[in-house]
């Protein structure tokens, strides 16, 4: 089956610009997941769609991030103004979430921003 | 300090020996997770532990989970220079197998293997 796909897979802006990254997740899955990995850390979620509902968004800075899953199927996450603090690989994660759990989440290759 | 913390930070053995990792956290958990990382790519599920199991073998990989000293370990047998990755605990806090699974990464393990 195919798997979680991502992208850009690298994208390097300037502090203040916006940028846009997306997700498609294996077909069928339920749940997706946006997570943050700075480097030398682990995996920080961001925000966790059940659906096209939002399931999670409590890590989310609000004020700069923001995600969308249209239709329940495909996702996008915007940085908007971007900060330094936010060079960071964006990983996306999906499972199949049906039924009872728990749920093995398969990950994309992740998009790696830069900000300068 | 944030919940599952792996240790040792780094590690390096050389090919055919095992490698052991710990996973350290601070809150009930539903179940715990182990992900590898390669170099530069996306996180791939090794093994699932549930609350109520003690010990979990996968291939070369065996998992111990003690729920009363909130630790977990990652056991690889007879390592391969392929087995050089980071890997990662992550716990699901649910309080039940229903709803949508939460996971908490460790800040993870880097494992080198030489050949």
């Known amino acids: 089956e195919a798997g979680v796909a991502q992208s850009p897979r690298y994208k390097i802006i300037e502090k203040r610009q916006s940028v846009a990254f997306w997700c498609n997740p294996i077909?069928?899955?339920?749940?997706l997941y946006w997570y943050q990995q700075i480097l030398g850390q682990g995996p920080k979620l961001l925000i966790q769609?059940?659906?096209?509902?939002?399931?999670?968004d409590s890590q989310l800075p609000k004020d700069r991030f923001s995600a969308e899953r249209l239709k329940g199927v495909d996702s996008t996450l915007k940085i908007q103004p971007a900060k330094l603090e936010d060079s960071a690989v964006y990983l996306c994660?999906?499972?199949?979430?049906?039924?009872?759990?728990?749920?093995?989440?398969?990950f994309g290759p992740g998009t790696r921003l830069t900000v300068t | 300090s944030q919940q599952g913390e792996e240790d040792p930070q780094a590690l390096s053995i050389q090919e055919g020996e095992n490698a052991t990792m710990n996973c350290s956290y601070k809150?009930?958990?539903?179940?715990l997770q182990w992900y590898r990382q390669n170099s530069g790519r996306g996180l791939v599920h090794l093994i699932l532990?549930?609350?109520?199991?003690r010990e979990k073998h996968s291939g070369r990989l065996r998992v111990t989970l003690d729920t009363s000293k909130k630790s977990s370990s990652l056991l690889i047998t007879a390592s391969r220079a392929a087995d050089t990755a980071s890997y990662f605990c992550?716990?699901?806090?649910?309080?039940?197998?229903?709803?949508?699974?939460?996971?908490?990464f460790g800040t993870g393990t880097r494992l080198t293997i030489i050949p």
């Open positions: 992550a716990t699901d806090r649910r309080l039940s197998n229903f709803g949508n699974e939460k996971l908490t």
């Open positions: 769609f059940q659906n096209n509902g939002v399931v999670d």
């Open positions: 077909s069928g899955h339920a749940t």
């Open positions: 809150t009930s958990i539903n179940n």
């Open positions: 994660a999906s499972s199949l979430s049906t039924g009872t759990g728990p749920w093995k989440q398969y």
């Open positions: 532990i549930r609350s109520n199991e």
